[in-house]
Nanobody, 121 residues
């Protein structure tokens, strides 16, 4: 079994910063791409940023220049540094990882439980 656990969400004023973390644990053989998605109230889940196993990155246009994704492979952890936050960044943020576990013959997508980020004055 593979688990993803996010942390770091909360309430922040516009213009503020937050750092999200997501740790993958369990019977992991290898982790490939990792990413962050978000689901604003009443809207569909959308990709925020992703990072490949070779550390190539991809960002949604709405967060370019403000958010930075990074990973620590030794800790099976992905981070999302969010700066210059705006009210429209308010959402539940989910961690995602493409994992080859020790229990399955193929790679699978795993999701965290989500962490709430609220940007409001």
């Amino acid at each position: 079994q593979v688990q993803l656990v996010e942390s770091g969400g909360g309430l922040v004023q516009p213009g503020g910063s937050l750092r999200l973390s997501c740790v993958a644990s369990g019977r992991i053989f290898s982790i490939y791409a990792m990413g962050w998605y978000r689901q604003p109230p009443g809207k569909q889940r959308e990709l925020v940023a992703s990072i490949g196993s070779g550390s190539s990155t991809n960002y949604a246009d709405s967060v370019k220049g403000r958010f930075t994704i990074s990973r620590d492979n030794a800790k099976n952890t992905v981070y999302l540094q969010m700066n210059s936050l705006k009210p429209e960044d308010t959402a539940v943020y989910y961690c995602n990882a493409d994992v080859l576990s020790l229990d399955r013959p193929r790679r699978n997508d795993y999701w965290g439980q989500g962490t709430q980020v609220t940007v409001s004055s």
